[in-house]
């Protein structure tokens, strides 16, 4: 249905930036809100942000507000995730996802309601 290739992950320092994209194919991509999602080792899943379908809503979890943000090109079916201020508790697998419900208004907040995901890239963030 949606087909989700992340990129931009690697290994940068305390206070450092990346940028994490996202492409996405399939009939749905525009219709539905996307989101980064991240997993570090012994922790549970989390939702970083995500953007509605228009990119007029957008959630931040509090520990990134700030200092990450999302954006999304219809046109183009991308989603970005710029990361500014990096920590290291900023470590982890970061997912690409996508909802499964078209033209909500805000994103969900949940990771659960993002049915479809990439295979995640890697940002580790060293002290």
């Known amino acids: 249905q949606v087909q989700l290739v992340e990129s931009g992950g690697g290994l940068v320092q305390a206070g450092g930036s990346l940028r994490l994209s996202c492409a996405a194919s399939?009939?749905?991509?525009?219709?539905?809100?996307m989101g980064w999602l991240r997993q570090a080792p012994g922790k549970e899943r989390e939702l970083v942000a995500g953007?509605?379908?228009?990119?007029?809503?957008?959630y931040y979890a509090d520990s990134v507000k700030g200092r990450f943000t999302i954006s999304r090109d219809n046109a183009k079916n991308t989603v970005d995730l710029q990361m500014n201020s990096l920590k290291p508790e900023d470590t982890a697998v970061y997912y690409c996802a996508a909802d499964s419900t078209p033209y909500l208004v805000q994103p969900r907040t949940t990771p659960r309601e993002y049915a479809y995901w990439g295979q995640g890239t890697q940002v580790t963030v060293s002290s």
């Open positions: 399939g009939r749905t991509f525009s219709d539905v809100a």
């Open positions: 953007i509605s379908w228009s990119g007029r809503s957008i």
